[in-house]
């Protein structure tokens, strides 16, 4: 008798972002949405290293989709009323996997 059962593998979705200095950083992507006609994403840092992880603020990247001659890019939200929007979204989604704490809009 064939077997017609499919074999779904399932895993963590993994991007490597350069930052400014070249430095390649990888992240996780826990959650992606499309708002108001625009793409968003939701990722956390992947370590190596357990103890690099402990030391991790464990903080919740939020990056825009943007796409320029048919390919998509990742661009940092500059406009603080839509990140502070779209960081509450995916906080509120992603509540029951991830604990957030409050920043202190104060700055030192």
């Given at each position: 008798?064939p077997d017609?059962?499919?074999?779904?593998?399932y895993?963590?979705?993994?991007?490597?972002?350069v930052?400014?200095?070249g430095?390649e950083?990888?992240?996780?992507?826990?959650d992606s949405?499309?708002l108001?006609?625009?793409r968003y994403?939701?990722?956390?840092?992947?370590?190596?290293?357990?103890?690099e992880?402990?030391?991790d603020?464990?903080?919740?990247?939020?990056?825009?989709?943007?796409e320029?001659n048919?390919?998509e890019?990742?661009?940092?939200?500059e406009?603080?009323e839509e990140?502070?929007?779209?960081?509450?979204?995916?906080?509120?989604?992603?509540?029951?996997?991830f604990?957030f704490?409050?920043?202190?809009?104060?700055?030192?």
């Amino acid at each position: 008798m064939p077997d017609n059962s499919m074999e779904l593998e399932y895993g963590a979705e993994i991007l490597t972002l350069v930052d400014d200095d070249g430095e390649e950083h990888e992240f996780e992507l826990v959650d992606s949405e499309e708002l108001e006609g625009t793409r968003y994403v939701a990722l956390v840092p992947v370590f190596d290293d357990a103890q690099e992880q402990l030391q991790d603020s464990g903080e919740l990247i939020v990056l825009r989709i943007v796409e320029e001659n048919d390919e998509e890019f990742l661009e940092a939200i500059e406009e603080e009323e839509e990140f502070d929007r779209i960081s509450e979204f995916f906080m509120e989604r992603l509540s029951d996997e991830f604990y957030f704490e409050e920043e202190d809009d104060q700055e030192d």
